[in-house]
């Protein structure tokens, strides 16, 4: 069961182009949804994180715009840069008692020059 | 300063012999966490250590046994290494259960 859908698997974008990523969960006890970028070779690291209190956070050129009712949550990244090309995964936990982190499968993103 | 840091970056191993993969973080976390990446799979949790002193199995620990040896070190074993767990395995911390996690940069296992 796939608690976490991540769509599409791979972007490409021209540099300067908006770039968004799409996720949607199931489980309703979800309240904190973090984004992670990942370049070759490395560990993922955290981007830029939402809690359901708010239905958009903006740090710089991200932005994660969150919608409760529909249960789904996405990055956008504006004036995409090559240097944005990497990985990125959604995730959600819950924020009470022992959660750890559900990882969406991963957006693949090419920032073309 | 290191954050996490992960032993050995590459490995190969045959069929049936087991090995230990390395992790420690140097930030006084509290909880741990072993995940393993696969194309198109994302991220899957192995198992955690929400403190020292306590583990779990996460969503694919079969194959695995962990130990967390002390607050900084959680080490993962393969008992006995099939084809099926070649895969990229990556270490990470968090000061609590749902603090930001750090991960290290991965351990590139190929089993033969």
């Known amino acids: 069961q796939q608690q976490v859908k991540q769509s599409p698997q791979s972007l490409i974008v021209q540099k300067g182009g908006i770039s968004i990523i799409n996720c949607a969960y199931e489980n309703t006890a979800f309240d904190y949804f973090p984004w992670y970028q990942q370049f070759p070779g490395k560990g993922p690291a955290l981007l830029i994180a939402?809690?359901?209190?708010?239905s958009e956070k903006k740090e710089g050129r991200f932005t994660i715009s969150f919608n409760k009712s529909a249960k789904q949550f996405s990055l956008h990244i504006m004036d995409s840069q090559p240097g944005d090309s990497a990985t990125y995964f959604c995730a959600a936990s819950m924020n009470s008692g022992y959660s750890t982190l559900t990882f969406g499968k991963g957006t693949m993103l090419l920032v073309s020059p | 300063n290191a954050g996490v840091t992960q032993t050995p970056k590459f490995q190969v191993l045959k069929t049936g012999q087991s090995m230990t993969l390395q992790c420690a973080q140097d930030?006084?976390?509290?909880?741990m966490y072993w995940y393993r990446q696969d194309p198109g799979m994302g991220l899957r949790l192995i198992y955690y250590?929400?403190?020292?002193?306590?583990?779990d199995k996460g969503e694919v620990p079969n194959g695995y046994n962990v130990s967390r040896l002390n607050k900084r070190e959680f080490s993962l074993r393969l008992e006995s290494a099939a084809p099926s767990q070649t895969s990229v395995y990556f270490c990470?911390?968090?000061?609590?259960?749902?603090?930001?996690?750090?991960f290290g940069n991965g351990t590139r296992l190929t089993v033969t």
């Open positions: 930030m006084n976390h509290n909880s």
């Open positions: 990470a911390s968090s000061e609590l259960q749902n603090s930001p996690l750090h």
């Open positions: 250590s929400a403190s020292e002193g306590t583990t």
């Open positions: 939402i809690r359901p209190d708010v």
